[in-house]
């Protein structure tokens, strides 16, 4: 397949993704706090097929983005957002598209704020205790990789105080 066709399909796909953005029932989930909130999908939507030169011109200047992920199974979506949030704090970050709540977790690590889920996952998140929201949010007491989600700034302690260690400043 020639560069112009694969260009003709990735913008077809695109059109398609917006289409499907627009017919799909979604709540919001606020993943810092795990909330249920009233938020409206950013009008600037990402797509994580396109390359990072034409997403990263795409956001400058922006205050709320939205990725759209077209699988589940599409890692392509957190890579992006871990990307823009390396680069800026302030941008405020949407996760759309084929999302289910087993995803909460790496989309909060990547630096995600907002995940907009699908309808149908709403009474899975409402049935759930607070204590089960919050092993969704954060189903690992300890991490050993930083992350866009700022519970790795914890580390460092954590690890002392799990070897009983000191180091030295």
Same mark, same amino acid.
């Given at each position: ?19 499907? %953005? ?5 709540? @919001? ?12 999908? *950013?009008?600037?939507? %990402? ?9 990263? =011109?795409?956001? =400058?200047? &922006? ?6 992920? *077209? ?9 992006? !957002? @871990? $990307? ?8 405020? %970050?949407?996760?759309?598209? @084929? ?8 989309? $909060? $690590? ?7 889920? *699908?309808? /149908?996952?709403? !009474? ?13 949010? =954060? ?5 050993? #990789?930083?992350? @866009? ?6 580390? &460092?302690? /954590?690890? #002392? ?6 180091? &030295?400043?």
């Amino acid at each position: 397949m020639n560069s112009m066709t694969m260009q003709n399909l990735n913008q077809k796909q695109s059109v398609d993704n917006t289409a499907v %953005l627009q017919e799909q029932r979604t709540f @919001a989930v606020e993943l810092r706090g795990g909330k249920v909130i009233e938020a409206d999908v *950013p009008a600037l939507v %990402l797509d994580p097929t396109h390359s990072w030169e034409e997403n990263f =011109q795409k956001i =400058q200047g &922006a205050d709320s983005v939205a990725i759209f992920f *077209p699988k589940a199974v599409d890692g392509r979506g957190l890579s992006l !957002a @871990a $990307r823009i949030r390396e680069i800026s704090a302030q941008i405020q %970050l949407h996760a759309i598209g @084929a999302l289910h709540v087993d995803m909460i977790y790496f989309l $909060r $690590r990547c630096g995600v704020d907002i995940c907009h889920l *699908p309808e /149908k996952s709403k !009474a899975v998140v409402d049935e759930q205790t607070q204590a089960v929201k919050k092993s969704l949010l =954060q189903p690992f007491s300890l991490h050993y #990789q930083q992350s @866009a989600d700022s519970i790795a700034g914890q580390l &460092a302690d /954590k690890v #002392q105080v799990v070897l009983g260690t000191q180091v &030295a400043a």
